[in-house]
């Protein structure tokens, strides 16, 4: 197999996390990586997900603050679909 390399610049923390994640999934970083580029190549999509159990402090607090602004807004919100309904249809 034909093989080149590429650099790229990352924080030192950054690539060992990456590593390990890898090995405990019995993968190398380099297996991980070519199998993304395949994907991105076949998909020509990009995606990223976030720890949704452990959100950040930013991610917390950008919501505190969404819901701020929503409020003084006056947006309603709903929990299903027949209340959004039941809204418009009564407004």
Known sequence: MNSTIINIKTNPKVKSEAKKTAADLGLSLSGVLNAYLR????????????????????LLEALK????????KG??????????????KNT
């Open 65 to 72: 603050e969404s819901e701020k602004q929503r409020k003084k």
């Open 39 to 58: 994907q991105f190549i076949r998909t020509k999509s990009v995606y990223f997900s976030l720890n949704e159990e452990n959100p950040s402090p930013y």
């Open 75 to 88: 947006v309603h919100s709903f929990d299903n679909p027949e209340e959004a309904i039941h809204f418009l």
